[in-house]
């Protein structure tokens, strides 16, 4: 199995900048695509940001030109430098891993304020 953690969140002004991280650990071999989505109350969980082992990226329309992710294979981790940051930015962040034949896991989740 594949252990994901977040870190990086916290409280930031609008126009602000903050970058998250995610950690893979435990059985990660075969991971094909990790990406960051968010949630916030009452709302479904929305992809953000997705990026195959190959540098293959996908971003959703709302953060696009703000948002980069990016990856770094020799340390297992996947990064979200986010930009620019808007007040309807504020959800908690979920990093997320695949593994063909094994499934998805998710990692715990940080948190991301951006308010004046």
């Known amino acids: 199995q594949v252990q994901l953690v977040e870190s990086g969140g916290g409280l930031v002004q609008p126009g602000g900048s903050l970058r998250l991280s995610c950690a893979a650990s435990g059985s990660i071999f075969s991971i094909n695509v990790m990406g960051w989505y968010r949630q916030t109350p009452g709302k479904q969980r929305e992809l953000v940001a997705a990026i195959t082992s190959g540098g293959f990226r996908n971003y959703a329309d709302s953060v696009k030109g703000r948002f980069t992710i990016s990856r770094d294979n020799a340390k297992n981790t996947v990064y979200l430098q986010m930009n620019s940051l808007k007040p309807e930015d504020t959800a908690v962040y979920y990093c997320?891993?695949?593994?063909?034949?094994?499934?998805?896991?998710w990692g715990q989740g940080t948190q991301v304020t951006v308010s004046s």
């Open positions: 997320n891993a695949a593994q063909p034949g094994v499934g998805v896991v």
